[in-house]
């Protein structure tokens, strides 16, 4: 869980997890073998990982929140859209290196 010692969210290390398993994510894309060519096309042009949350329950039972409360669906929303733009942010900037590797190739 990604709680300070004062029991707040720690955004910077979950943005650091975040983008450490969506660098692994994609290279998980580059390295596969996929049965037939239009699926690696396909897999190489839309680029989707799969990055998602487990333990969210723990994380509301560590901050008090219960379950079901419209605090917990805020929060849940906030962590998740968190999530999906710093893996996006991480996304482009490993396009934009591999890009400026096959320049120089």
């Known amino acids: ?10 955004w910077d290390h979950l943005r650091e997890v975040v983008h450490l398993t969506t660098h692994f994510l994609e ?3 580059d390295a596969n073998h996929y049965p037939l060519q239009e ?7 839309i680029r989707r990982i799969g990055l998602g949350v487990m333990g969210l329950a723990d994380l509301f039972v560590r901050l008090g929140i219960p379950y079901d409360s419209t ?13 999906d733009d710093e893996a996006k942010n991480e996304s482009e900037r490993l396009a934009y290196i591999d890009d400026l590797i096959a320049r120089k190739l």
Do not use: K, S, W, Y
């Open 71 to 83: 605090e917990a669906v805020d929060l849940g929303r906030q962590l998740q859209q968190f999530i």
């Open 1 to 10: 869980v990604f709680l300070t010692e004062q029991h707040e969210i720690d």
């Open 27 to 29: 290279n998980v894309i």
């Open 39 to 45: 699926i690696t096309d396909l897999a190489q042009r």
